[in-house]
Every structure is written in structure tokens, then in C-alpha cells.
């Protein structure tokens, strides 16, 4: 790299070291800007993926959220969920899995030419709440649904 | 060597409907196999959709999404000849990608 090389040289200047500091600190900030930082994704408790994900906005429960999941899934392994809202703005869609080890199975970053209405499968442990949250720019916007697991989808 | 995603798309009006399916085992590292060894973790981290080489949405993945992921997505202001691509990497560096022609 350009920046090592100058800086095993020669001794580092006072404006060098301040300089290579102030870049190794926005390389480490940059992902916590990111909806769902790595450190949500290895959270095992809910509420601190949802503290994580909503950055300090208002988490409001909200009809215009759909979340289509089974009442009853038989095959934990594969649950097959649908999130979609009408809801202008869409920054990203998250959906967590409360009971699972980590909560947080997935979360999607959207351009305003993606359409808000993702379906993918996730896989359950158990019976649990699965929770879809949207978040627009100032406000994060959840629906859950109670899902109940006939054969667990972790350990086969 | 990774096998291919399959990726189908299908325009209605402006609106590109778009399915894909990726084969990949999504371990989550904490099975065992018979002897009782741990099964080590491979899952996809991100998958990235592209409409002619801009990017429309970035999927961050846990352990949790199912394996062989199936995934359906729609993309805006789509016409004919408008290429949807598909880019996954997992938590172990390795790549795959798929696109499809819109028409």
C-alpha cells in the first residue's frame, strides 16, 4: 500500500500520524453506516439488533407493513417469507427471526429503482416471532407475526 | 467451483419480476456430521442486484436464510434488452454471479 510505504520510510511526521489516524478511524466508522452492521448480524438478542438497525429512530408498529409468513411452518428449514409496504422511501427491509440463535437473518439495502417487495426463505429453530422491518429516513417501521415450527430447521 | 445461479426475469410494463435461485449449502456452523465434528459455517454475506451494472439493492445475509436461496425481487423503470444481474459472496470469499435479459 501507497500510505505504508511512506510511512516505513522515514519517520512519520506530526500531520502524517494525525492524517493515518484520521483515515484508519472513517475506515472503521463505515460500516456501522450500513443498516445492518456485522455486529447485528452476530447479536443473539433481539432487542439489540433492533437497537442496532434502528440507529436511534422510533421504531413505530405499522399496518402498512405486510409480512406474509405460515401460521404453522412444518419444515423449519425452509419458511418462505414475503415483505412489501407501500410506504415511500424506502431505505431498507430487515427481517429477524427472534427465537434463532441470531435474530437477524437478513437485511436488504434498496435504491429507489428497487420496488419495496422482497420474498426469500429463512430458516427457524423454532416457533418464534418473525419481525419485517422498513426504515425510510426518519422513521423505522415494523410488522410481526407469530410463527409456529413443527420440526426445528437448525441440527437437521 | 460454484454452480450456476438461476435467474429468471419477466417485464411487466415498466416493472421487471425478477426470481433467482442460488445453489449453495448456507451452513451455519453449528452442525454436526456424523462423527460429531462441527460443520463449518459457509453462507452467503452479500448478495448484490445490478440493473445494467447500477446497483438496485444490496441483501446482507445471516446464517439464517435457507439453503439453496430462493429470492424475488422487482426493479423499477425496467425496459427490453435491460440486463439484471446477480452478485453473491460468501462468508468464506467465494463468488458466484447470474443475469438475465429482460425482454
Not at chain 1, 500510505?3 to 484520521?22: E, T, V
Not at chain 2, 452467503?44 to 438496485?56: A, C, F, G, P, R
Not at chain 2, 444490496?58 to 446464517?63: E, R
Request: net charge neutral; with cysteine.
Amino acid at each position: 500500500m501507497e500510505l505504508n510505504k511512506r510511512l516505513f520510510s522515514r519517520p512519520l511526521s506530526r500531520r502524517q500520524c494525525i492524517g493515518g489516524l484520521l483515515a484508519l478511524c472513517s475506515t472503521a466508522l463505515l460500516p456501522a453506516r450500513l443498516f445492518a452492521s456485522t455486529a447485528a448480524f452476530s447479536a443473539t438478542d433481539t432487542q439489540a439488533v433492533l437497537d442496532d438497525l434502528s440507529e436511534g429512530l422510533p421504531i413505530e408498529e405499522s399496518d402498512a407493513v405486510n409480512l406474509k409468513a405460515p401460521d404453522i411452518a412444518e419444515n423449519g428449514a425452509v419458511v418462505p417469507v414475503t415483505v412489501s409496504t407501500d410506504i415511500s422511501g424506502v431505505e431498507s427491509i430487515a427481517l429477524i427471526v427472534d427465537e434463532n440463535p441470531n435474530p437477524l437473518s437478513a437485511s436488504f439495502t434498496l435504491t429507489p429503482d428497487a420496488v419495496a417487495d422482497i420474498s426469500f426463505r429463512v430458516k427457524m429453530g423454532k416457533s418464534s416471532t418473525v419481525r419485517a422491518l422498513v426504515k425510510t429516513s426518519d422513521k423505522v417501521y415494523m410488522a410481526r407475526r407469530d410463527v409456529k415450527v413443527t420440526i426445528g430447521g437448525c441440527g437437521g | 467451483m460454484a454452480s450456476k445461479v438461476k435467474i429468471r426475469g419477466k417485464l411487466s410494463g415498466t416493472v421487471a419480476k425478477v426470481k433467482l435461485l442460488i445453489p449453495h449449502p448456507m451452513e451455519t456452523g453449528t452442525r454436526r456430521d456424523a462423527d460429531g465434528k462441527v460443520i463449518p459455517a459457509k453462507y452467503i454475506e452479500t448478495v448484490t442486484l445490478y440493473k445494467n451494472d447500477q446497483v438496485v439493492m444490496t441483501g446482507n445475509w445471516g446464517q439464517s436464510v435457507s439453503k439453496d436461496p430462493y429470492l424475488s425481487f422487482q426493479v423499477n423503470n425496467c425496459a427490453a434488452g435491460d440486463v439484471i444481474k446477480v452478485d453473491w459472496v460468501d462468508n468464506l470469499k467465494e463468488t458466484g454471479s447470474g443475469e438475465v435479459t429482460l425482454k
